[in-house]
């Protein structure tokens, strides 16, 4: 007797293609190539493109993604306890401008979009004499994580209007979300997708609530009895006259007693606004933004606003800047330049509220002979001075017990 095929045992295969395996998902891949998504149980198809409608998700994926995209983003090299920039090396160009039509603001705007949106952004890089001359962003729809069974090392295959082509990992830069497998990231808007579809139908219910759908805005009340052919054409009167939001405002005329009863909000219309704000806070959670980021200001207070943004800082937008400067540090330079060259982003333009703060917190720390000017300096992104490595206090004229006394008094 002949087993069916799906309990045969395949011949082995000694191809490479046999020591790979497939991470995404199949089911996901094809809902995003079709538009489907994933329904929620509200009944809303939530993909990563329609997501993006949502004011919620729009502002939250923006806050991250623009200030990734605007910060200054340098190449350093290490020179003993210090660091100098070096603007001529060759990442630091490609990083500057990664290609003729974008430039590197652009570029890492719109792949931390694509990957808070479908879970990872991809940027090939293109090598010249084995150094990165350009670095060209793909769909993340068009490419497929390949790992490697044996080594555990991922590929990537890419779909192109030609075929398909397989590019190594040291020629990728493939910035994730948080995920199961730490190949591919999961999708934030389809992982909450729930939460999403809630804020999508809300507004759409929302929308029709205001126009002629959802809700009449009154009734006419008739004391007398009127036949069902005059009653028709009162009605089809009153929507010709006063029907849709282009004549709405207009003076009515009622004929034999008749009279308009406007119908008003009730309680269960305020606990739908409750669940727009819920839904919002839902999704500000998802992606780690604060509510008063995403203008959602009911409870907001300066003092709960200002702890809010350095939240956000330390907590949500460090994550990223750290995941970019790895990775660029992984596949632009090479295990030579790795141990003196560093990429880093320029955070203090966040932290320029903080500055006072700061600033009284580096005296106390001189002061106490905790920190030297230039380590204080060094975290402000400063070079060092001379003579910034001692350990004085600046309130005295003299030095420590056992150093040369350099400020004697005549």
């Known amino acids: 007797m002949n087993l069916p095929s799906l309990f045969r045992r395949s011949p082995p295969v000694d191809t490479k293609a046999a020591e790979t395996s497939t991470i995404a998902s199949p089911s996901d891949w094809l809902m995003e190539i079709f538009g489907i998504g994933s329904t929620t149980s509200a009944g809303a198809a939530v993909t990563p493109s329609n997501a993006m409608r949502c004011t919620a998700v729009r502002r939250a994926v923006q806050a991250i993604a623009e200030p990734i995209g605007s910060l200054p983003l340098h190449v350093y ?30 570029l890492r705007e719109q792949v931390q979009r694509d990957c808070l949106l479908h879970g990872n952004g991809f940027c090939f890089v293109n090598r010249v004499g084995g150094k990165p001359r350009e670095l060209l962003r793909l769909d993340p729809t068009k490419v497929t994580v390949l790992v490697d069974t044996i080594t555990g090392e991922p590929s990537y295959r890419v779909t192109e209007t030609g075929g398909q082509r397989t590019v190594k990992a040291r020629d990728m830069l493939h910035l994730k979300a948080p995920s199961r497998d730490g190949y591919v990231g999961d999708s934030i808007v389809l992982q909450c997708r729930e939460a999403v579809g809630i804020a999508l139908v809300l507004e759409k219910h929302v929308g029709r609530l205001f126009s002629e759908g959802a809700r009449p805005s009154g009734v006419i009340e008739i004391p007398n009895k ?53 839904s919002t806070a839902e999704i500000a959670r998802a992606f780690g ?18 702890s809010f943004a350095s939240y956000f800082v330390t907590f949500t937008l460090m994550h990223w ?90």
């Open 77 to 106: 090299r290490r020179n003993g306890e210090a660091k100098d920039r070096d603007p001529d090396h060759p990442v630091a160009k490609v990083l500057r401008n990664p290609n003729p039509w974008s430039s590197g603001q652009d």
């Open 226 to 278: 009127v036949g069902e052919s005059a009653l028709a054409k009162m009605k089809a009167a009153w929507q010709s006259a006063h029907g849709g939001s282009a004549n709405s405002g207009g003076t009515a005329v009622l004929f034999d007693g008749a009279k308009f009863n406007p119908l008003t909000f009730k309680s269960t219309d305020a606990q739908t606004l409750e669940l727009w704000r819920h």
């Open 289 to 306: 933004v604060p509510p008063t980021l995403l203008f959602d200001l009911d409870r907001a207070t300066w003092s709960n606003s200002e």
């Open 321 to 410: 800047v750290k995941a970019w400067q790895n990775e660029i540090a992984l596949k632009l330079f090479n295990d030579t330049e790795r141990d003196t060259y560093f990429a880093e982003f320029l955070i203090e333009d966040l932290l320029k509220a903080d500055l006072a703060a700061r600033a009284s917190a580096y005296s106390t720390l001189i002061t106490a002979r905790v920190m030297n000017p230039n380590e204080c300096r060094a975290r402000e992104n400063l070079p060092p001075y001379p003579e910034g490595n001692e350990f004085l206090n600046p309130a005295i004229t003299s030095a420590p017990s056992g150093a040369e006394d350099t400020n004697e008094q005549s």
